[in-house]
């Protein structure tokens, strides 16, 4: 990965083979970044999607193969059990000119990731939520 901080933003390049939420959940444990957000854009090669169903209170995971445009990469930084965690929401285009969405499980990148990543001062902490079944952000404060 390469990246150029610009003023309180960090514009950051991932190179083809890195994985997207991993690195970007190493990035930010290396700088101590406990909140923020970010988007992105660029290419992957293969993706693991998810699509949580509410009323299971569990996530439906499909593995997507082949290579697809990251058309959208969205998402927030917070902390879950003392370390950095990356919530990631991703829209996908095939050669088909067919789209796929959903939560980023994990992507490798093909050609480029272009993300940019703005943290915010202090900590957004998160914690399970059984009525839910789902991590969520705790926005008390």
Same mark, same amino acid.
């Given at each position: 990965m390469?990246?150029?901080k610009m003023e309180?933003?960090?514009?950051?390049?991932?190179e083809r083979g890195e994985r997207i939420v991993?690195?970007?959940?190493?990035?930010c444990g290396k700088r101590k970044i406990r909140a923020g957000s970010f988007n992105? %854009?660029?290419?992957?090669?293969?993706?693991?999607?998810?699509?949580?169903?509410?009323e299971k209170k569990v996530y439906h995971w499909k593995k997507l193969k082949?290579?697809?445009? %990251?058309?959208?990469?969205?998402?927030?930084?917070?902390?879950?059990?003392?370390k950095p965690f990356v919530h990631a929401h991703i829209t996908l285009g095939g050669?088909?000119?067919r789209a796929w969405a959903g939560h980023l499980k994990e992507a490798e990148t093909s050609a480029t990731c272009? %993300?940019?990543?703005?943290?915010?001062?202090g900590e957004l902490?998160?914690?399970?939520?059984?009525?839910?079944?789902a991590s969520k952000l705790l926005a008390e404060g």
């Open positions: 390469r990246y150029r309180n933003r960090y514009v950051l390049r991932l991993a690195a970007l959940t190493a990035f992105g %854009i660029g290419t992957c090669r293969g993706a693991e999607l998810g699509f949580f169903d509410g082949g290579d697809y445009e %990251i058309t959208a990469l969205v998402g927030n930084v917070g902390v879950l059990e003392g050669r088909d000119f272009e %993300i940019v990543l703005r943290p915010f001062p902490r998160r914690a399970f939520d059984p009525a839910s079944g």
